[in-house]
Structure formats: C-alpha cells, structure tokens
T-cell receptor, first 112, second 114 residues
Framework: GDSVTQMEGPVTLSEEAFLTINCTYT??????LFWYVQYPGEGLQLLLK?????DKGSNKGFEATYRKETTSFHLEKGSVQVSDSAVYFC???????????FGGGTRVLVKP | DAGVIQSPRHEVTEMGQEVTLRCKPI?????LFWYRQTMMRGLELLIY????????DSGMPEDRFSAKMPNASFSTLKIQPSEPRDSAVYFC????????????FGEGSRLTVL
C-alpha cells in the first residue's frame, strides 16, 4: 500500500539556520504531495503542495520539489525563525479514494 | 470565515463511559474526515464522509466506535464504552468538493480516559 516516510525528530536548530526535512513516499500511480504543519495546541494546516513531477510548492519561505525519480518531497527553508517551531507532516494524496496518507511527523524546535 | 469547529476541546472521562465528540465543518465543504492522533501511532484516518454518506470506515478501530453525519453541518464520533487506550487527540477536517487533498482541520478534541 501507499506510505510516507519522513525523518524522525526532534530537529533542533538555532534561529536563521537552514532547515531540511526529508520525505520519501511509496505509491502507485501519480499522487499529489503535501506538507502540513501543526503548531502547538492546534490542528494541522496546509503549508504547501505539488501535484505533479518537478512541481515546486512554496509558502512562507518553505519550499519542496516533487522528485519522481527519487520518490521524494523534501521540505527546506533557508532561514528559520522561532515561530517555525512546530510538527511538520508530509503526505500523499490520490484522487481515487480521496484519502491523505501521512508520514509520522517531524518535530522542529527553533531556539533563539 | 469560521473554520472547522470541534467540541469539546478537552474531555476527561472514566473507563466504560460513553464519549461523544462533535464537529461542524466549513460551510460548502462536502467531505468530512475524522482522524485520531497519538504519540505511538501518529495520525490515523478513522472514517470519512462525502455529502453526508460514509465512504470509508476501514480505520475505525472496533465496534465501540461509531460516526454519523446527519446533515451537511454536523458530525459526531461516539465511543461506547470508552477505554484508556482510546486516549488521544481526535481531529475533524473538511474539504471542498472534489478530491483535492487540501484539508482544513479543527483544533481537535483531547480525550483522556481514566
């Protein structure tokens, strides 16, 4: 079945550091890929998405590129802030069935 | 615009008691999802509805769990009887018509079963 694997956290960084969170997936067909973010005490919210190979999703300084050849969708941000401290979830979606398959989440802690 | 509204935000109950969690999706959204989040198992999809009809309930852990969506603006997730292993944060999410994968989540209901 479909699955998403992301690096385990926690990832601890200093403010203005570069952030990378690895995400790889296993799926048949052509899924769309997503990053969701969960801030403390809140529900998940969509951060960015890419619907086909080589697409780049971007939002709030975060970027991720859909790499079909490596089945990856790594999340990057060039300069993190304390406010980026959250749990980040990679997910895949296929229109048939309309279900999101989530990775296990990666907790990121940014220290001032 | 109001987002997805869940209640209660926190529930503490004793084993064996009935628990009912409630969700009001965003108006105009025709998909509604119930997820459970725990440290051990992460995010699990329990059930989802389309136009108030249950489409996939394969994630519902056992017969103690049931979910209903009597109309487009209200859904419930019921656990009867509750057990300590049901302790988790339960999220409701809704999405626009069409299978987009773009879900809008509520703030969750944190359930503790003693």
């Amino acid at each position: 079945g479909d699955s998403v694997t992301q690096m385990e956290g926690p990832v601890t960084l200093s403010e203005e550091a570069f952030l990378t969170i690895n995400c790889t997936y296993t799926a048949t067909g052509y899924p769309s890929l997503f990053w969701y973010v969960q801030y403390p005490g809140e529900g998940l919210q969509l951060l960015l998405k890419a619907t086909k190979a080589d697409d780049k999703g971007s939002n709030k300084g975060f970027e991720a590129t859909y790499r079909k050849e490596t089945t990856s969708f790594h999340l990057e941000k060039g300069s993190v802030q304390v406010s980026d401290s959250a749990v980040y979830f990679c997910a895949l979606h296929k229109a048939a069935g309309n279900k999101l398959t989530f990775g296990g989440g990666t907790r990121v802690l940014v220290k001032p | 615009d109001a987002g997805v509204i869940q209640s209660p935000r926190h529930e503490v109950t004793e084993m064996g008691q009935e628990v009912t969690l409630r969700c009001k999706p965003i108006s105009g959204h025709d998909y509604l999802f119930w997820y459970r989040q725990t440290m051990m198992r992460g995010l699990e999809l329990l059930i989802y509805f389309n136009n108030n009809v249950p489409i996939d309930d394969s994630g519902m852990p056992e017969d103690r769990f049931s979910a209903k969506m009597p109309n487009a603006s209200f859904s419930t997730l019921k656990i009867q009887p509750s057990e300590p292993r049901d302790s988790a944060v339960y999220f409701c999410a809704s999405s626009l018509p069409g299978p987009t994968g773009e879900l809008f989540f509520g703030e969750g209901s944190r359930l503790t079963v003693l």
